[in-house]
């Protein structure tokens, strides 16, 4: 049987924010037994052109995304919002064109979000890595409601060595940033974050995680407006023992890291 050939789709965010979150997928997937590959010539998932009705622009990302994955076993991102736009959304964007329909569905079928994938295809149950902090964790809107992950970062996250885990009030509500929703309409993104932060401090635990960038920047980004000690990390970075760099959002060790 043949390790299952992968094609990492990085997402944005990931690349231009967070690299570290890219290699720690790396990592997992190849000790789960994966051959992987970043395709270069990969953009955008196009998920912010399909949330404001752009379908033209939406379809056209698509489908260079569907040609720069064709030839992999599997496309896997760690981000449960852009996995949600390959898995969920493409199809739909060619509803009226039989050809690209056919191969966004064979491509669908074929995405996963990380921590689903190594969880619910690879069988991947524990991990080697050692994190000895109190975690919280949260669910993201896009990985929670449409591709139902929830209980897969939990089962790995309880294995990590010296992890405690303390779940939070409302883990599964919104965290305020929902894409372009937070630039739209940043007053109420602001209150939806302001009570997220106060449902991670109530906990009392040192570290936040999550799946998706997206909400961990949002979040990281109240705490230190707030200035809350608690540090942020993709659950991707935890799972492989990958925390030996700056929190998400803590530009100043950031710096200081870069100049040395």
Request: net charge neutral.
């Amino acid at each position: 049987m043949h390790s299952p050939r992968v094609g990492l789709f990085v997402t944005c965010l990931v690349d231009l924010f967070r690299p570290n979150v890219g290699f720690a997928a790396i990592k997992l997937l190849e000790k789960a037994g994966c051959q992987v590959d970043v395709p270069t010539a990969q953009t955008c998932c196009g998920e912010p052109a399909y949330n404001n009705g752009d379908l033209e622009n939406s379809r056209a990302i698509a489908k260079q995304v569907i040609e720069n994955f064709n030839q992999f076993d599997y496309i896997v991102a760690p981000s449960g919002a852009c996995a949600g736009m390959l898995k969920l959304h493409y199809p739909q964007l060619f509803q009226d064109d039989a050809l690209w329909q056919a191969k966004a569905q064979a491509f669908a079928e074929r995405c996963y979000e990380l921590v689903s994938f190594l969880t619910d295809v690879c069988g991947v149950t524990t991990v080697d890595a050692r994190f000895e902090q109190t975690v919280t964790y949260h669910d993201s809107c896009s990985g929670l409601r449409g591709l139902g992950i929830q209980a897969q970062p939990r089962q790995l996250l309880k294995n990590v060595h010296g992890l405690k885990l303390r779940e939070m009030a409302e883990a599964d509500v919104c965290c305020g940033f929902g894409g372009t929703f937070c630039v739209k309409y940043p007053e109420i993104s602001a209150h939806i974050v302001s009570d997220k932060v106060a449902n991670v401090q109530a906990t009392g635990a040192d570290v936040l995680v999550a799946g998706d960038m997206g909400c961990l920047l949002n979040i990281a980004g109240r705490l230190k407006r707030l200035k809350c000690s608690v540090k942020v990390y993709h659950v991707a970075e935890v799972l492989a023992d990958m925390t030996n760099v700056p929190a998400i959002g803590d530009v100043q060790n950031r710096k200081k890291m870069e100049n040395g």
